[in-house]
């Protein structure tokens, strides 16, 4: 994620998303640099092996932040700025 600045306008209690690009990463996908590339390719072939198509089901059921309609048709660049904004509100709302 990058941060680039507020644009000019009055400030807000409250962090919004005004654009962006790219599926959100899966969940441990991060503890290896090629978790994800891996993942993503699992969705690109049209006979997945045995690892791969355990590798679809975990994200489009296993995995906390999961995505039922997995990665396929390109997917993997599906974003949503309302959902983005919708968990932006409830970390504002938590208490710290």
């Not at 807000?12 to 991060?30: K, N, P, Q, W, Y």
């Not at 309609?69 to 968990?87: A, P, T, V, Y």
């Amino acid at each position: 994620m990058t941060i680039e600045g507020r644009c000019k306008a009055e400030a807000e209690d409250r962090f919004i998303c005004l654009d962006g690009s790219g599926h959100f990463v899966a969940e441990d996908m991060t503890a290896q640099p090629e978790g994800w590339e891996e993942l993503k390719a699992a969705y690109r072939t049209e006979n997945p092996t045995t690892a791969q198509s355990a590798k679809r089901y975990w994200f489009e059921h296993e995995c906390r932040n999961r995505d039922g309609e997995g990665l396929q048709n390109g997917r993997e660049h599906f974003w949503s700025k309302d959902h983005i904004n919708s968990r932006l509100e409830k970390l504002t709302k938590k208490k710290i």
